[in-house]
């Protein structure tokens, strides 16, 4: 419990120190959603603007209006509305696949760094990113596949047991054990992250190999760590919810933008935490390794000089 709690402290006052990569993180979120939000605003104000139904929208918020709204002629194809959206998305995880290195870096160093070693670091480590992306994609992919469908294969066994409740227990047990599965994987790339960048490693398969080796009996420790810090975001989405729904007037648009963003803003602080416990993970880890020695030289002794014999005198074996 002790090193859990060190874990989480440590990652804590790392991204309490650097608090400044979620400000604009959330910046970039931020502008992007707009962009994207602005699509649909465009797009259904041609029949909003004039009409009474707005009314459900303008003031709180009816599924039934909506539903109206997309099903008519006239809003035309909800892909119109959506792909900006979507294209949006794209370019947000793009971009931090690219500034990710920075806040690696940022994390690792005991003083703030320069704007010139945050870009250095994002540009020299874009590419081992990328194929630490693709090697993520593909080993969360095969264990959420194999999983997924092992949870279906017992749902679809439950579903004929006597006992109603059972297909349900059967599912949320599977999502569990997915989601700790996947957490787990996650842990090893973000350790793996941290190797490319703070030990500057061209070779990505040589970290990914490295990390799976340094967490290697501290899965559990870790895993505890990172479990905690999503149930924080659980609680923080939570009354995030009861709070919009207990506090906010249905017609304040202003009061439920500004809950709307404070939640989103916690949540990607709580994301930035688990990376600062993977840095600080690894940090202590490369402390903790032994220092490697090179053994002594073996050095043989030099033979001794020749002597010069006497003037006068010949060298044995040779005559006069």
């Avoid at 993180?25 to 605003?41: E, T």
């Avoid at 092992?150 to 054990?177: C, M, N, T, W």
């Avoid at 709307?260 to 930035?272: C, T, Y």
């Amino acid at each position: 419990m002790s090193e859990k709690a060190s874990l989480l402290s440590s990652g804590a006052a790392i991204a309490r120190r650097n608090k400044r990569y979620v400000f604009w993180f959330f910046v970039l979120n931020f502008i992007f959603a707009s962009l994207g939000a602005s699509a649909f605003r465009i797009h259904a104000a041609h029949l909003l603007d004039r009409s009474l139904n707005a009314d459900g929208l303008l003031h709180g918020f009816d599924w039934a209006v909506l539903g109206e709204l997309l099903f008519r002629p006239e809003f035309g194809p909800a892909q119109g509305a959506t792909v900006p959206g979507m294209i949006l998305a794209v370019l947000f995880f793009v971009l931090t696949l690219i500034f990710l290195p920075g806040v690696f870096l940022g994390y690792a160093s005991n003083y703030r760094i320069s704007r010139e070693d945050f870009f250095r670091a994002c540009g020299r480590n874009l590419w081992r990113f990328v194929r630490v992306a693709i090697l993520f994609a593909i080993v969360a992919g095969i264990v959420g596949g194999i999983l997924g469908g092992i949870q279906s294969a017992l749902a679809h066994a439950a579903d004929e047991s006597s006992y109603e409740k059972l297909p349900f227990y059967v599912q949320l047990l599977g999502l569990i054990v997915i989601f700790l599965a996947l957490t787990a994987i996650r842990i090893w790339f973000d350790v793996a992250e941290a190797d490319v960048v703070i030990a500057d490693q061209n070779a990505v398969r040589k970290s990914v190999g490295k990390a799976r080796r340094q967490i290697r009996g501290h899965r559990l420790r870790l895993l505890g760590a990172y479990v905690a810090i999503s149930l924080v975001a659980l609680l923080v989405l939570a009354i995030g919810i009861v709070v919009w729904n207990a506090v906010v007037p249905s017609a304040s648009l202003f009061s439920a933008f500004l809950i709307g963003q404070l939640i989103l803003l916690l949540l990607l602080a709580i994301r930035f935490w688990q990376r600062a416990v993977a840095v600080s993970f690894y940090l202590a880890r490369v402390a903790e390794a032994p220092v490697e020695t090179l053994p002594a030289p073996i050095i043989f002794p030099e033979p001794p000089a020749p002597v010069a014999p006497p003037v006068g005198v010949a060298p044995q074996g040779e005559g006069i």
